[in-house]
């Protein structure tokens, strides 16, 4: 999941957007987890009822975690990366990672979702990098023998 959300960083914020043009906080969540075959709503409220609640110390990469920003309810969604930080789509920045703790978001946590079972998670979140490794592994090797 890591490579997807690195790939998609920086790109910029377009309410309602769902594609590498431009994103909305939902639009992303949803884009990410398309590229693992799990189809999510495009609405962060709509997102807070699928999977089982979490408590903020379970977390792990791959849960959602859900904000309240316009005063309203749950308005905002990212994606749990791991070491206290998540991946969102950012009104102001667009694509990017933000520590759970930052001032903004800290006030206004209200949950957190787990979509991935285990199974799941151990094939998108835990085993993608190893794969991912070997692979730049392969490709480092590979040039080595070019020389």
Do not use: W
Not at 18 to 37: I, M, R
Not at 41 to 55: D, F, L, Q, R, V
Not at 73 to 90: L, P
Not at 106 to 126: C, F, H, M
């Amino acid at each position: 999941m890591d490579a997807v959300i690195d790939e998609l960083l920086g790109t910029p914020y377009k309410y309602g957007g769902t594609t590498t043009k431009g994103f909305d906080c939902s639009g992303f969540t949803a884009y990410v987890f398309a590229k693992f075959g799990i189809e999510l709503p495009h609405s962060s409220s709509a997102m807070a009822e699928k999977g089982e609640k979490i408590a903020k110390e379970d977390l792990r990469e791959g849960d959602l975690v859900f904000f309240n920003t316009s005063g309203n309810g749950i308005s905002h969604v990212g994606i749990y990366v791991g070491d206290g930080k998540f991946a969102h789509a950012s009104t102001s920045k667009g694509v990017v990672i933000t520590a759970l703790s930052d001032k903004y978001y800290a006030k206004r946590y209200v949950t957190a979702r787990r979509i991935l079972g285990d199974s799941a998670y151990e094939k998108i979140a835990v085993e993608q990098p190893a794969v991912q490794e070997q692979a730049e592994k392969a490709a480092g090797a590979a040039e080595g023998t070019e020389a």
